[in-house]
């Protein structure tokens, strides 16, 4: 599998960029998993629903499953700072790509998504990890680079960078194990 993770301010557009390339890597026939980052507390099980109750009261883990998807949720009983190996770790080996969209800090390959209009510091004068630059005014860079810049709002060009580049996103999980 190829991991390449997604870096950037919030609003600067990582999750659009990810919506839009999923669909041009799977027009490739490629599979792809997301792996995101949540800064808060969040759900995906609602009130009243079977597997919420069984949550509620106290499983460790609720796997929901069907003909169409399967879902695991994990209650921790004490927070736990998840690194984005062992997440990755938990997806299927059969997929092709998977996009990290959040893990600003993590020591995967990453693109930084930078908008000048958003104020915000560039990532990649610091972060040896970024490889490439996602950018919607590349005139406007605060500082030169030898990284590839990349136009945020071209996915298919991205989409095609990203597969001709794929050597270089290879993951071996037994680096990080």
């Known amino acids: 599998m190829k991991v390449i993770g997604f870096a950037g301010h919030s609003g600067a557009g990582k999750t659009t960029l990810v919506e839009r390339l999923i669909p041009a890597l799977r027009s490739e026939g490629l599979r792809v998993s997301v792996v995101k980052h949540a800064h808060h507390r969040f759900d995906i099980d609602h009130a009243g629903k079977d597997s919420y109750r069984h949550r509620e009261a106290g499983a ?47 020591d995967l390959h990453k693109i930084e998504v930078w908008r000048a209009q958003s104020g915000q510091k560039a990532q990649y004068p610091i972060d040896d990890f970024i490889v490439a630059i996602a950018t919607d005014s590349p005139e406007q860079l605060p500082q030169a680079t030898a990284r590839p810049v990349l136009d945020l709002n071209d996915a298919q060009a991205l989409a095609r960078w990203m597969m001709a580049n794929e050597t270089r996103f290879e993951y071996r999980s037994e680096i990080f194990a």
């Open 60 to 106: 460790y883990e609720v796997v929901v499953a069907s003909n169409k998807r399967i879902a695991l949720m994990r209650e921790f009983e004490q927070p736990v700072d998840l690194k984005v190996h062992q997440i990755i770790a938990e997806l299927d080996a059969g997929v092709d790509w998977v996009l990290v969209e959040g893990f600003k800090d993590c």
